[in-house]
């Protein structure tokens, strides 16, 4: 299905691997021409090699940056001053527990999660909005709305981007610009994936017999009892960047393969 963003430039962060780069490579299939985002330059560099190998009728970027850092966020804007969509993947998550939560910790993670992403999105928005089309899209999580206590200091950042998705959304009103968020559920990341070869490393069990046994004894809510795959992240991010996608503002768009109980 041509999702009509061919030639469109999207700003991907944290698009060296994991749902980032899916997000990126879903794009880069539709004609866009996607700018990756990384701390490392070389790192980026093959990304981008990657990508434009495989669709060499785009133009990948490498826009290599710690967003975190004010500076380095302003050089970024002054090279790539003008984009059609910005995807806010980037983030951090570790399990802690509570007691072990210190406000270092909690300012990090506000830092990078929502601090970085917020400050993207209003250098963009605005020229989005000026010239009448551009998207928003931001990744947080089910613990968004379902918070397991393994990660308060991750919940809260992800719970927060879903408010400030909606508040960013409240601006576009009567434009073709829109603001949404995507919550994904436990998906097989890189390092995901390396967690779970290492739990049952002394079994002999192919990948997806060890991925079956630890989805029926950590998540047995959830109801496809596998990890969800990136691509399949990707496949949907490409829609709601898309022009088919213009109705759907502000909205927190649920992928969790099941795991909220709830009927909202």
């Given at each position: ?142 613990e968004a709305v379902m918070p397991s206590g393994q990660m ?18 409240k601006l576009t009103k009567g434009t073709e610009v829109t ?59 490409a829609f709601i960047c898309s022009p088919y996608a213009a ?18």
């Amino acid at each position: 299905m041509d999702m009509g963003l061919n030639n469109k430039t999207a700003l991907v962060t944290g698009s060296t691997k994991g749902i980032g780069k899916a997000i990126a490579i879903e794009l880069a299939k539709e004609g866009v021409n996607v700018l990756i985002n990384g701390r490392n330059h070389e790192e980026v560099d093959r990304i981008v090699d990657e990508i434009k190998s495989a669709f060499p009728a785009t133009s990948p970027q490498n826009a290599a940056a710690d967003l975190v850092d004010i500076q380095q966020r302003e050089d970024l804007f002054r090279k790539y001053p003008d984009i059609d969509i910005l995807v806010n993947s980037m983030g951090i998550y570790e399990i802690m527990r509570y007691e072990d939560v210190d406000d270092e910790v909690w300012e990090r993670y506000f830092r990078t999660n929502v601090l970085a992403a917020n400050g993207l999105s209003k250098f963009y928005l605005p020229k989005m909005l000026e010239k009448g089309y551009g998207r928003i899209l931001f990744i947080a999580s089910e613990e968004a709305v379902m918070p397991s206590g393994q990660m308060p200091q991750y919940c809260m950042t992800k719970s927060m981007l879903l408010s400030l998705s909606k508040s960013l959304s409240k601006l576009t009103k009567g434009t073709e610009v829109t603001v949404n968020t995507i919550m994904p559920g436990p998906t097989l990341s890189e390092n995901v994936q390396q967690i779970i070869e290492n739990i049952y490393a002394n079994e002999h069990m192919t990948f997806e017999e060890k991925e079956k046994t630890f989805m029926t004894t950590n998540l047995p809510q959830s109801e496809i009892q596998r990890f969800i795959k990136p691509v399949e992240i990707g496949r949907l991010a490409a829609f709601i960047c898309s022009p088919y996608a213009a109705a759907f503002k502000g909205s927190p768009i649920r992928m969790d393969g099941g795991m909220v109980p709830t009927i909202y």
